[in-house]
C-alpha cells in the first residue's frame, strides 16, 4: 500500500519559511515526476512545483525565486523549502505522484502566513 504523509506545516509571519516534508512508503517515488500542490479555500487546486525521475525542476510563477524542490532518494522523501512567505501562499499543501497525473496523493499540511 502506497502512502504519502505530509508534515511540517504551521503558521508563520509574512517574510518567514516553513520546510514541507513528504515522507513515502510502499512506493520507490524516486523513478516518478512528483510534485507539491495547494488548496486555497474556494479556489482550484493548483500545482506550485514539480520535480523528474532526473530531477529537474519547474515552478509556478507565483512561487518562482522563493520555493525550492528537493527529494532524497534514499530517504524516499521529497521537500518543499519555502522562503519570503506570502499570505496569499496560505493554503493546504499536498505532495502527490507521478505526474502528471498523480494517483497517490497524501493527506495534506496547512500552511497559514499571516500579514
Known amino acids: 500500500q502506497v502512502q504519502l504523509v505530509e508534515s511540517g506545516g504551521g503558521l508563520v509571519q509574512a517574510g518567514g519559511s516553513l520546510r514541507l516534508f513528504c515522507e513515502v512508503s510502499?512506493?520507490?517515488?524516486?523513478?516518478?515526476?512528483s510534485g507539491w500542490f495547494r488548496q486555497a479555500p474556494g479556489k482550484e487546486r493548483e500545482s506550485v512545483a514539480q520535480i523528474t525521475w532526473s530531477g529537474t525542476t519547474h515552478y509556478a510563477d507565483s512561487v518562482k525565486g522563493r520555493f525550492t524542490i528537493s527529494r532524497d532518494n534514499a530517504k524516499n522523501t521529497m521537500y518543499l523549502q519555502m522562503n519570503s512567505l506570502k499570505p496569499e501562499d496560505t493554503a493546504v499543501y499536498y505532495c502527490?505522484?507521478?505526474?502528471?497525473?498523480?494517483?497517490?496523493w497524501g493527506q495534506g499540511t496547512q500552511v497559514t502566513v499571516s500579514s
Open positions: 502527490a505522484f507521478p505526474l502528471p497525473t498523480p494517483t497517490y
Open positions: 510502499g512506493r520507490t517515488f524516486s523513478r516518478y515526476a
